[in-house]
């Protein structure tokens, strides 16, 4: 398909209710330490987004993007998803606020930032399944991607892009397929959809494996789905210190023909940008060239496959300054715009032959991959 940018617009789902909320500071995203004399303000922050639209209203391609509020999901909206005892914990601890999981705290009345941003992934997809917007961008907080059907974790607490996925299908989709590449492994909507044949799921991530009873899954190459799902869930676990090249690499030889055996008429983007080298909860080394580079690769696939159409929900990302830069980095890759801001402060000198032996070993393990 060829896709002419001049009729290219995002829209962009964004409340600013959601940042209302900040979780308590402690030993980074844990506890307090009576140790320590300044505790460490949580990653999770209102910042990390308000910096996102700010850089998406003054940047290039600001005059492209169209700006919505955001209806708040519904009960019902979450049990698509989500199981009722579940929701009954979540509408428990949100009446004085507290831990649900160790890494994932729901401070006093932020079930309405929940709601929100599971609001604007749905109103995301709706605007693309109504033919309003070829590309729609949920921009909120708190990230969505690691909450499983019954269990919250990273932050996560209703899962935005499944959510983003079903509604698709409910409107009239066959295949959906989800492309996630936050610097983590993309367990909750891989959990969500691991039995499914008309959802393939893929998630780039470091390769981090599993970290405890909230986050079971390996993000290993063994996961690729069960029953009527078998070989609909692909993970690509990247050695730590992956940057631009690997990425993109991995991308394009990888993920681009995994898409189009796979054949969806809908792709959702699980956007984290915690790849990027500054990130405090990461260990690569992606810079916003990458990010365009990954954005750009995505319209032209996009445009093979869905007509062009891409359901956006915003996830990881946590230096509030790069990240925002990163995040329009991307979204002007998929508008098919030239990254026009230079960067700041990124520097990685990149091994490009350790990055094609990385690409060659994971090609070479994967069940999935070189069919």
């Known amino acids: 398909m060829t896709i002419d940018k001049r009729e290219d617009r995002a829209a962009v789902f964004f409340d600013k209710r959601m940042l209302a909320y900040r979780i308590p500071a402690g030993v980074f995203d844990s506890e307090p330490s009576a140790l320590l004399e300044h505790q460490i303000p949580q990653p999770e922050n209102p910042e990390r987004i308000d910096n996102t639209r700010s850089v998406l209203e003054r940047c290039p391609i600001a005059a492209r993007l169209d700006w919505h509020g955001i209806t ?15 929701l009954d914990i979540l509408k428990e601890v949100d009446r004085t606020g507290g ?26 997809a ?24 019954d269990v919250a974790d990273g932050y996560c607490f209703v899962n935005g892009v499944g959510l983003a996925a079903l509604e698709a299908l409910r409107a009239g989709c066959e295949r959906v397929a989800v492309i996630d590449w936050d610097v983590h492994h993309g367990n909750g909507t891989q959990e969500g959809f691991y039995g499914r044949d008309d959802v393939l799921t893929i998630s780039m ?23 009527a799902g078998g070989g609909c ?10 940057g631009d090249v690997l990425y993109n690499e991995v991308f394009e030889h990888c993920v681009v023909p995994a898409v189009k055996r796979f054949a969806p008429d809908m792709i959702v983007l699980a956007n984290g940008q915690d790849a990027n080298q500054f990130d405090p909860n990461g260990r690569q080394c992606v810079t916003m060239k990458g990010f365009h580079s990954l954005g750009s690769k995505l319209r032209w696939l996009a445009g093979d496959v869905s007509d062009g159409r891409v359901i956006v929900t915003q996830e990881g990302g946590y230096n509030p300054s790069y990240a925002p830069l990163c995040a329009y980095a991307v979204m002007a890759g998929l508008l098919g715009e030239p990254l026009d801001i230079a960067d700041p402060i990124a520097f990685y000198p990149e091994d490009a032959a350790a990055s094609q032996r990385a690409l060659e070993t994971l090609i070479s393990v994967h069940p999935l991959l070189g069919q």
């Not at 470091?206 to 996961?223: F, I, K, N, S």
């Not at 869930?233 to 992956?242: A, D, Y």
């Open 72 to 86: 708040p999901a519904t009960d019902e909206d979450l049990l698509s998803f989500h199981t009722p005892a579940y």
């Open 99 to 124: 831990s649900v999981t160790r890494s994932t705290h729901l401070s006093k009345g932020e079930l309405e930032a929940v709601r929100l941003s599971a609001g604007a992934a749905i109103d995301a």
């Open 126 to 149: 709706k605007t693309v399944m109504e033919g309003r917007s070829r590309i729609a961008y949920a921009l909120g907080r708190p990230p969505s991607h690691h909450a499983q059907p």
């Open 205 to 227: 991530h470091m390769d981090h494996g599993a970290w405890g009873p909230t986050h079971v899954q390996t993000g290993g190459v063994e996961e690729t789905g069960s029953g």
């Open 233 to 242: 869930n692909i993970n690509l676990p990247l050695p730590m210190g992956s």
